[in-house]
């Protein structure tokens, strides 16, 4: 059971709050911490759709008001990645956060498949970080900075920066937004630099954001959005009356509208000379996943509010015409047409079969689909094997890369971070890849030079008392014990910190 709660914050990510009382209570274990929260074993999986919150919540003071509809609407993005699906949809991905899926729940949102991926680092505004410290006392993780597509801060209109937070992980680390990260942002801020364009762009899309985010709470089906961008493109002339699509148009004005460097940004690059494109296969009645930034992008294209879209009560769509039925003999002659086709280019795919006959395949298809899957085979194109990974190049370039990294970790200023095979990676700046098992001899750098927890707790100590001399002349045991981290209730380390004082005040 829980003790107390901290107070949650206006648009806080629930990590966050975690953080905070990790920090508060002085814990180092996060077995004891996942224990304190969800009395259990339960395991803490994503940083941003947390689950089990019904143990959560079951755990709080008795007299917390605290509830799962609160932290799910208000502390997680749950709402921006879910406004454009089904209600069903929906009430199951609540549900998952509630009661627990038992595997990734990005999956089951939509994210993991995604090309649209999410930020691989926490991003957090260097003024809201300042204006947050100063007036609260500490800084918080906000749920709108996490927000895929985010590049400024809507309140302050600042770019947003990454910290050195992993965000993706599997083992999820609970880490306050402190010094450390103040530290990174006034090293790498500069190296934002984004032309007005962008900006203005940018906060337009974060405006939609903040509505999905705050305000909205209805949901549509996939049948009525497509049936509104329909409509919507019908108006603007880039959609015949009935419904078709001026495809190579819309494509055309799409890319006119955007700066090529905007959308490489919103992982939304497009090749107009390529048949699958995104923007090509995005308005269609099919059950693929649709990222919301990418809708977002779209009805900002259209010169339309998100709002608009949510409001809207019914909609058109595509009218169907109905199709005179050709003469039967008409149907046989193209039907020995279509088999003299396939006859003729023995191998040949249905795409390349299509622009071969063109005129010809859309009538068959249209007309007589049924006879059309029966004679038409399907054959698909080998894919061309991978690139065979020489793991002895990559093991002496990671190799490399890790001893550049550990140096790195050890020049930092600031309060130290452990050398283990997480830190190094993070510092390299690279997927899980990096720890395959298949680079011996940067595993074995990685096992020899693994720092054990006391070791670790001893540099600490050390930069810790060289830190508050520094700046107050003095350092307690007591002092040091909080200014390191440790919290004030460990008597193991309040043991290791006095060792310490004793060893330098010898020397």
């Keep these: 059971m829980m003790n107390f709660m901290p107070i949650l914050h206006q648009d806080e990510l629930l990590y966050s709050v975690i953080a905070r009382y990790k920090r508060m209570c002085g814990m180092i274990s996060k077995i004891a911490l996942v224990r304190d929260l969800f009395d259990g074993k339960t395991v803490f999986k994503s940083t941003l759709f947390p689950q089990h919150l019904n143990k959560l919540t079951a755990n709080l003071p008795h007299n917390s008001k ?22 069903q949809h929906t009430d199951s991905i609540s549900d998952a956060m509630i009661n627990g899926k038992g595997t990734g729940i990005e999956a089951l949102v939509g ?81 934002y630099n984004y032309s007005e364009e962008v900006k203005r762009l940018n906060l337009t899309y974060l405006r939609n954001v903040a509505y999905l985010l705050n305000v909205n709470q209805k949901r549509k089906n996939l049948s009525f959005i497509i049936n509104y961008y329909i409509d919507r493109l019908r108006e603007k002339g880039l959609a015949s009356k009935s419904g078709n699509l001026h495809i190579s148009e819309l494509v055309k004005a799409f890319v006119n509208f955007y700066p090529v460097e905007y959308l490489e940004l919103m992982q939304s690059t497009i090749d107009i000379n390529s048949e699958t494109n995104w923007l090509r296969l995005f308005i269609r009645n099919n059950n693929k996943n649709r990222s919301p930034l990418r809708h977002l992008l779209l009805l900002q294209f259209l010169g339309i509010e998100v709002e608009d879209l949510f409001e809207c009560s019914s909609t ?29 280019n023995q191998g040949a795919t249905r795409t390349q079969l299509k622009d071969m006959g063109k005129g010809l395949h859309t009538w068959i298809f249209a007309n007589d689909r049924e006879w059309y899957e029966e004679v038409t085979p399907r054959i698909k194109k080998r894919k061309d094997r ?82 508050l001399m520094k700046k107050r002349g003095k350092a307690s045991a007591y002092q040091v014990q909080l200014y390191a981290g440790f919290g004030g209730k460990n008597d193991e380390v309040r043991k290791t910190i006095n060792e310490v004082l004793a060893t330098i005040t010898d020397m």
């Excluded at 605290?66 to 209600?87: C, K, M, Q, R, W």
């Excluded at 009218?319 to 005179?324: L, Y």
């Excluded at 990671?398 to 550990?406: D, G, S, T, Y």
Aim: glycine share 4%; charged share 30%.
């Design 66 to 87: 605290i509830g799962v509809d609160e932290l799910i609407s208000n502390h997680t993005p749950f709402n921006f990645y879910t406004a454009f699906l089904s209600n």
């Design 386 to 467: 991978r690139e065979v990974i020489d793991w002895n190049l990559r093991d002496e370039e990671c190799l490399k890369l890790a001893m550049k990294a550990v140096e790195t970790i050890l020049s930092i200023d600031g309060k130290p971070i452990r050398i283990i095979p997480a830190n190094i990676r993070r510092a390299v700046g690279v997927k899980r890849w990096f720890l395959h098992k298949k680079l011996s001899k940067t595993w074995q750098y990685l096992e020899e030079i693994t720092e054990d927890i006391h070791s670790y707790r001893v540099r600490k100590i050390n930069w810790a008392i060289a830190d």
């Design 316 to 344: 058109i769509g595509k009218i169907k015409v109905k199709a005179k039925r050709k003469p039967i003999y008409e149907l046989d002659e193209r039907r020995s047409k279509w088999l003299r086709l396939i006859h003729d």
């Design 111 to 191: 994210v993991a498949g995604s090309r649209v991926k999410l930020n691989d680092y926490l991003k957090v505004c260097p003024v809201c970080l300042v204006e947050d410290c100063e007036n609260l006392g500490e800084g918080f993780w906000k749920r709108s900075h996490q927000i895929v597509g985010a590049l400024f801060c809507i309140k302050h209109e600042v770019p947003l920066v990454n910290s050195r937070v992993g965000s993706s992980d599997n083992i999820v680390d609970f880490i306050c937004a402190d010094q450390d990260v103040c530290d990174i942002v006034h090293r790498v801020s500069d190296n």
